[in-house]
């Protein structure tokens, strides 16, 4: 008995059978994978996931691939979830974490759902992977297509930051630069989804895709101890995964995996160059509008979220919030965790730790919550913002000699 | 006239066609339009307050409805109207 049993439209409940497909013929609502609930409550434990690999894949009871797909893998997951005392000590957290997912294969989260993504469209026949993104997400595709075998194109904004490029074309992929901003990437992908025979990650296959972003939130269950944190933030690009994150302390809860039924607070972080989701949270607005991106932020700049309406729902229903930060404040919070916990992440970590560090001095904690921060990609795919930021201002330049070092060094 | 492009999940509704011609002045007459020459068009793109369904992405000449002048959008001759599901991604 398989344990994917199909698709099922969000919105209207409308479902289907197995197939590439994401979109919803009704109402054009997403569709999520619907799983044999029952044939894997009698398999899931907390034992079965502490025997297997140190990788995401640990959790494969919970992902869409059968048991009898070899899976394409780099070793993703399982990364650090690190008590961040000395940022804590900051702002006045004595159980803050963060949750290091720049420790993955490409750098970045993304890794986790292009794993599954690519092993399930591999078994299912795909010949050739493809993917519109800022950067991480074509990163992640092109690496694992290569460790797979297949095609693959990615279609990037022609402006991306030089770093990114470099580190996807090295995999040696069909890279398509587009005259265009990442919607405008996204929306020709959905348009040529239909007329070529590839698996796009983020589009025709984005139901199975998006399944993988739940293995981050089930390792900081697992790592706090089987326990859930009081609040997660998480930044806010399309939403995708914000959604699978509280699907995922669904799943905890209803696998009997965590001791506790209480569900974390879930806060969304976004760049107030690129906020419609916060726009839409503030103005308690039902409907989220788009916008045109303009921040450092790039790999989180889509102004057109699909998944926008469901973080503000989350948001709302758990008694979480979905804040913003200025570009300063962006490079501001890069340097903080930086200085303080000897981790350098991507400007879309600096906007969610940005945004744990206003929240926080603002006053939103009394102090002993247990707080966790998704920080998800590494910094060095956007060290070109601190340069032109004083990046260097401790820095002297001196002789080699003692006496010169005397003079400048004042120590 | 303007030009609908229908995309996969909504082409059953129009026959397998993939551009539809409608005579319109704004996109409101123009969705009434592709309503008339094959109905159900106008329940999957508008909800019951008649306006944009969430998940419904429209573009009139490579630009999102929405951040202009949404269903009031102006329409001419050799206009191209793109329909576009909503998709995640990053």
């Known amino acids: 008995m398989p344990k994917v049993v199909g698709l099922r439209c969000r919105e209207c409940g409308t479902e289907y059978e197995l197939q590439a497909t994401h979109v919803c013929e009704m109402c054009f609502g997403p569709l999520d994978v619907v799983y044999d609930k029952a044939g894997l409550k009698k398999i899931v434990s907390r034992r079965r996931i502490e025997d297997g690999p140190k990788s995401m894949w640990r959790y494969r009871d919970l992902l869409p691939v059968e048991d009898s797909v070899s899976v394409v893998t780099l070793g993703e997951g399982f990364t650090p979830l690190v008590k961040a005392d000395r940022l804590g000590a900051e702002l006045g957290l004595r159980n803050l974490y963060v949750k290091n997912d720049s420790m993955n294969p490409t750098n970045s989260f993304k890794d986790r759902v292009v794993s599954v993504a690519i092993s399930w469209a591999r078994a299912h026949g795909f010949e050739t992977i493809a993917c519109a993104s800022t950067g991480n997400l074509a990163n992640a595709v092109a690496a694992y297509a290569a460790r797979a075998g297949l095609e693959c194109f990615v279609f990037i904004p022609v402006d991306l930051e030089p770093a990114k490029v470099a580190s996807i074309s090295v995999f040696d992929p069909n890279v398509v630069a587009v005259r265009g901003n990442y919607d405008e990437v996204n929306r020709l992908c959905s348009q040529l989804v239909e007329s070529t025979p590839w698996a796009f990650c983020n589009i025709n296959i984005r139901p199975f895709y998006a399944e993988g972003s739940k293995t981050l939130t089930f390792e900081t269950a697992e790592q706090l101890g089987w326990k859930l944190p009081d609040e997660i933030i998480i930044p806010i690009a399309s939403g995708c995964q914000f959604v699978r994150h509280r699907q995922a302390v669904s799943e905890l809860i209803e696998f009997g995996l965590v001791r506790s039924d209480r569900v974390p607070a879930f806060t969304g972080a976004q760049a107030l160059g690129c906020a419609p989701v916060y726009n839409a949270f503030v103005s308690g607005a039902d409907r989220v509008l788009p916008v045109k991106p303009d921040t450092i932020a790039r790999s989180i700049a889509i102004g057109n979220p699909s998944d926008g309406v469901y973080v503000n729902r989350i948001a709302r229903e758990t008694g979480g919030v979905v804040e913003a930060v200025t570009e300063e404040e962006i490079v501001d919070a890069m340097r903080l965790l930086a200085r303080t916990e000897g981790i350098f992440t991507e400007t879309a970590g600096g906007v969610t730790i940005g945004v744990l560090a206003k929240l926080a001095r603002a006053g939103r904690w009394k102090g002993d919550e247990t707080v966790v921060a998704y920080v998800t990609g590494h910094g060095l795919k956007t060290a070109d913002v601190l340069a032109s930021a004083n990046g260097h201002a401790r820095r002297v330049e001196i002789e080699p000699t003692m006496k010169s070092f005397r003079e400048k060094v004042n120590i | ?90």
Do not use: C, W
Not at chain 2, 9 to 29: F, I, K, Q
């Open chain 2, 1 to 90: 006239m303007a030009q609908f492009r229908i995309p996969g999940p909504l082409r059953r509704l129009s026959d397998g066609a993939v551009t539809v011609d409608v005579e319109a002045h704004d996109l409101e007459s123009a969705i009434e339009a592709l309503d008339a020459r094959y109905p159900g068009f106008r329940d999957r793109l508008l909800d019951e307050n008649g306006d944009l369904r969430q998940f419904v992405n429209v573009y009139l000449n490579d630009e999102d409805v929405r951040l202009g002048s949404g269903l009031k959008a102006k329409v001419q001759k050799g206009d191209e109207i793109s329909i576009v599901p909503a998709v995640a991604g990053g």
